[in-house]
């Protein structure tokens, strides 16, 4: 009998791996169909995410085609892994990302760039050992265009240099964090790489005597100084030339610049569209002034800023109309404030007002009456606001894809409205208090395309509202339903409807059991988060189902459950494994401990209490961090209740991110 997959033609089975790509389990299921099949996925495979290290060595004959090699996942790369790769993708490799990767010199990366002549992007962010010798290799990739260098603290200006020289085709270049560079390095890439679109200073040493040679690149559309505190205002009033082609200017946190700066450094930018200067210089009326007539002006953030009346009525009098405004933070915002801007920029598709706890229903009713096009709405905190308030959202602002509402006085009616939202995607309600199951009721019934939902500590949800959410919401794929204490198996088992779910939430939720979990487990196989810390009754039989079925999972923390030493050595079956946090699990011994760190490969961080550090073997220590495995030594004392004193929501601080 003939195989009756040969009727399809390459073109048609290669259409059919280019709609798999998101699904690495997938594509191994498709090459494992037959012979053929296997073939023609070894050839059509283009890029490629190593789990491990010691994985890179095995796919080097078996995908022959590779073009974008990811290595973010492998902590250890030598010198002789890139001299092999270099080799076996010499004429079809153009982007290599080593952002987490260590172990390699100089020599390395001159083998990788000289045999790969088409490479067009590196990453080599957080390489805090490389030196200007590395630098000097890179710039041998002489048709390089896409460089990232953040956190190179060690190359300098000599490096910079070299790489300003070699790679004159280079468009995007990161230097964020780079604190041995100076305005020298920085001066010789402008003169240098005529090409360059988009450049990050960020945290750099540098001052206003870099800005002439940047300002006369003709293509640069990105510029980012974010944290440079040695550019000021005396500074930039010398600079004569400008750069017209600029379409986004980043200057959060630099705070010698005021307004008088940054007009002299966005004169004659036409093109801009973007600006960011969060945490800088007063929203006043001559900064409004000074950015009246960016006709182009699409976006503007101006988090953490203090903002006065008189400067959002320069903003409101602004001949551009923004599409995105985001005011997170500010100190000041006031109804009148949110009046003007609202009004006079009706096209607004994305606001974000968070912890501006001085406005009140009035700015809802302004904001949702003028701009019925938003998209986006982020208000967690403003405590001020009513629950009629909420009603105005569903009713005039239909187009919402993301809304958050965390910390504030939303009621079911509320969301009643707000499941008009039929496009909704993501929806944050986290310490909302007076919602219960018959608002999720409707959000399951009105929002089939919800993504994301955090419920988390909305003590009036039970059972009854999840299983609401997960039959209307068959796409989700993150929950939050941490510390709500009605919460049971039952709504574990309604939510291994959600095939998606990757991110799932549940921590401080004492009624969950293994039952549940083992449903989620063999349901979600796409669940790359657990978070079940506090789940006293998980045992080890959850960890089984999650070591059998969830191949993706990538981080759990597991504290305060039952897990002993045979459950946590059973999670080193899920290939993926990188992040564990083990607090307080007292069926674990240091030998139990010991195996199942060795035996999870693929671990680059693990947090444990400090009172196993002298229990396990020395040896232990060295092995996982040759291997690229960072371990964080936490002292909390064991906590038996789930929350004995009570809670509070801080400015600025998240809750419970340990």
Known sequence: ????????????????????????????????????????????????????????????????????????????????????????????????????????????????????????????????????SAAKAIAEAKNLERLILARCKLITDIGIGCVAVGCKKLRLLCLRWCLRVTDLGVGLIAMKCKDLRSLDLSCLPITEKCLPH?????????????????????????????????????????????????????????????????????????????????????????????????????????????????????????????????????????????????????????????????????????????????????????????????????????????????????????????????????IGSGCPKLKELDLYRCLGITDVGIAKIACGCPTMEMINIAYNDKITDSSLISLSQCLRLKILEIRGCPSVSTVGLSAIAGACRQLEVLDIKKCFNINDNGMLALGQSCQNLRQINLSYCSVTDVGLLSLASTNRLQNMTILHLTGLTPNGLAAALLACGGLTKVKLHTSLKPLLPKYIFGYMEGRGCVFHWRDKAFQEEIDPNGWQLHVGRSPEAA
């Open 214 to 442: 940047i300002l006369q690149l003709q293509h640069l559309e990105d510029l980012i100084l974010e944290g440079c505190l040695g550019i000021d205002d005396e500074g930039l009033v010398t600079l004569k030339h400008s750069c017209k082609s600029l379409k986004m200017l980043n200057l959060s946190k630099c705070q010698n610049v005021s307004h008088v700066g940054l007009s002299s450094l966005t004169n004659g930018a036409e093109h801009l569209k973007r600006l960011v200067l969060a945490y800088g210089p007063s929203v006043t009326t001559d900064l409004g002034k000074c950015l009246l007539n960016y006709s182009r002006l699409k976006s503007i953030s101006l988090d953490g800023c203090l903002v006065t009346c008189s400067g959002t009525k320069a903003i409101g009098s602004w001949c551009a109309s923004l599409r995105e405004l985001s005011l997170s933070k500010c100190l000041g915002v006031t109804d009148e404030c949110v009046s003007f801007l609202v009004q006079a920029h009706r096209e607004l598709q994305k606001l974000d007002i968070t912890c501006c706890r001085k406005i009140t229903s009035a700015s809802i009713d302004c904001i949702t009456k003028s701009c019925t096009f938003l998209t986006s709405l982020r208000m967690e905190s403003c405590s001020l606001v009513s629950e009629d308030a909420f009603l105005l959202i569903g009713q005039r602002c239909q187009f919402l894809e993301e809304l958050n509402v965390t910390d504030n006085e939303i009621n079911n009616e509320g969301l009643k409205s707000i499941s008009r939202c039929s496009k909704l995607c993501h929806l944050k309600l986290g310490i909302c208090l007076n919602i219960t199951d018959d608002a999720l009721t409707h």
């Open 1 to 132: 009998m003939t195989n009756p997959f040969d009727i399809f033609t390459d073109e048609i089975i290669h259409t059919i791996l280019d709609h798999l790509n998101d699904d690495p389990f997938a594509k191994k299921s498709f090459s494992l169909v037959c012979k053929s099949f296997y073939f023609i996925e070894r050839l059509h495979r283009k890029s490629l995410k190593p789990l491990r290290s010691e994985l890179l060595c095995r796919t080097l004959h078996r995908y022959p085609s590779i073009s974008h090699l990811d290595l973010s996942l492998c902590p250890r790369v030598d010198d002789p892994s890139l001299a092999s790769l270099s080799v076996s993708w010499k004429s079809t490799l153009r982007s290599i990302n080593l952002s987490r990767s260590r172990d390699f010199t100089s020599i390395g990366l001159l083998r990788l760039v000289t045999n790969c002549s088409s490479l067009v992007e590196i990453d080599l962010s957080n390489g805090t050992e490389l030196t200007d």
